[in-house]
């Protein structure tokens, strides 16, 4: 599992799920992030970052959405 070097800012109005993805974005883009590396659980993320269960969530669902992550059930993202 990957640690994910996240850096949120509440000064740039930018919404904390949106700041995660672009960043996770930004990673997976400059090969930071290597296909197949295992990301962080929502909890463990949440914890990381300090922020709610419901955005980090959001930021993974958009992720997946975009095609730049896949979830599987009981394996993790």
């Known amino acids: 599992m990957e640690h994910l070097d996240i850096q949120l800012s509440e000064a740039s109005g930018v919404p904390f799920y949106r700041q995660v993805v672009d960043q996770v974005s930004d ?39 975009a095609g730049l992550v896949v979830r599987r059930q009981g394996q993790g993202t």
């Not at 295992?38 to 992720?63: G, W």
């Open 27 to 65: 990673m997976i883009r400059a090969g930071a992030l290597s296909p197949g590396a295992r990301m962080p659980s929502v909890r463990e993320l949440c914890q990381q970052l300090r922020v709610s269960l419901i955005t980090v969530r959001r930021a993974y669902a958009d992720l997946e959405t």
